[in-house]
Structures are given as structure tokens and as C-alpha cells.
């Protein structure tokens, strides 16, 4: 929460603005807090700093202005992470943060932690962004806004399997 905060409390420092669909970098070191009983940077920690990264992302873009000028809010529908290594203390990191795509109900990102050119740990997120009243956001209101776009045509297939899967299983959760 501390670190949300403040990230909050610095969006106007993130630096120049950015496209949407460029990779944009959020850096970060792992604190005490953040470890677990093995000494490495607990599960729970990752997705955090995905979500601190992502507001990151939407900031730099001029994205998060525009959600919140419209009462929109990011949430996350899904997410998948590979660990590959463990960030330890008190190791400083990036996270690259990039929108890959969207689909008809939703924003795919991929956020990939890493040190210098090491990866540690890669993320696909899909947000969906939701009004003053709960309704579902289209990806195409979203596209609609200011900036610029540089999108790939289509998610990539690995992705859109991925999607497919996860909506199956809640819907199959929801027939229950």
C-alpha cells in the first residue's frame, strides 16, 4: 500500500510521456518487507509491484488522467506469472511494462521483471476497465482516446488461448 501511495504521489515526475504500446520502465528495489520465509521476494509482492507498474504505465501515457476524468478504473480480470529467478534483498529491478493488445472485452499487458538484461520473472495481465457504475469500458472507447496508439493487430495466440481458458473456467465457476 505504502508503495502505491507513493507512486500515486509522484505520477507528475515519471518523465516524458510515452505511446501506448511503447514498453515503458518502473524501477523498484526489494525491501525487508518484502520477503519470505526462503529470503526471496514473496509471491504476493510480484503482483503489487505489477499493479504499481501498470499505474506507472497509464500516468506516463496520459492513459490514468483520462480514466479518472471519466470515473474508469483498471481492474484485473486475470494474470499468469513464470518465475525464472528470485529477486532477493537488497536487489534493485525494473519492471517493463507493455500493452500487447486488446480483444473485445479487454486490455493485455505483459510485464517482465528483470535486472540489467536478466529476466526474472514474466507476467500476462488482462485488465478490464470498468465506469462510475460497474459497466464494462470497451477497448474500442479506450482506443478512442487522446494519445497515440501503437498497437499490434492482434494479441498474440499464446495469449488469446490464455484468455479464452480463463474466461471458460469462470464461466464454468459461475454455472456451479
Same mark, same amino acid.
Not at 27 to 30: E, I, M, T
Not at 156 to 162: C, E, F, H, L, R
Given at each position: 500500500m505504502i508503495m502505491m501511495l507513493r507512486w500515486v504521489f509522484r505520477m507528475? =515526475? +515519471?518523465g516524458k510521456a510515452a505511446r501506448v504500446g511503447d514498453p515503458l520502465e518502473s @524501477? +523498484? @528495489? $526489494?525491501l525487508p518487507v518484502d520477503l519470505d520465509i526462503l529470503l526471496h521476494m514473496t509471491n504476493g509482492r510480484y503482483l503489487s509491484v505489477l499493479d504499481a507498474a501498470r499505474i506507472s504505465y497509464y500516468a506516463r501515457t496520459g492513459l490514468w488522467r483520462q480514466f479518472r476524468a471519466r470515473g474508469w478504473s483498471p481492474v484485473v480480470t486475470a494474470q499468469t506469472i513464470t518465475y525464472r529467478r528470485s529477486l532477493t534483498f537488497p536487489r534493485s529491478y525494473r519492471v517493463r511494462t507493455r500493452l500487447i493488445g486488446t480483444d473485445t472485452?479487454?486490455?493485455y499487458f505483459e510485464q517482465v521483471f528483470h535486472i540489467r538484461d536478466v529476466e526474472y520473472a514474466t507476467a500476462v495481465v488482462s485488465v478490464r476497465l470498468t465506469d462510475r457504475n460497474g459497466a464494462s469500458v470497451t477497448p474500442a472507447q479506450i482506443l478512442d482516446l487522446d494519445g497515440t496508439f501503437v498497437l499490434p493487430d492482434?494479441?498474440?495466440? =499464446? $495469449?488469446?488461448?490464455?484468455?479464452e481458458f480463463s474466461r471458460h473456467h469462470n464461466a464454468e465457476k459461475e454455472d456451479q
Open positions: 507528475r =515526475a +515519471f @524501477r +523498484f @528495489r $526489494v472485452k479487454n486490455l492482434h494479441i498474440p495466440s =499464446a $495469449v488469446s488461448d490464455w484468455s
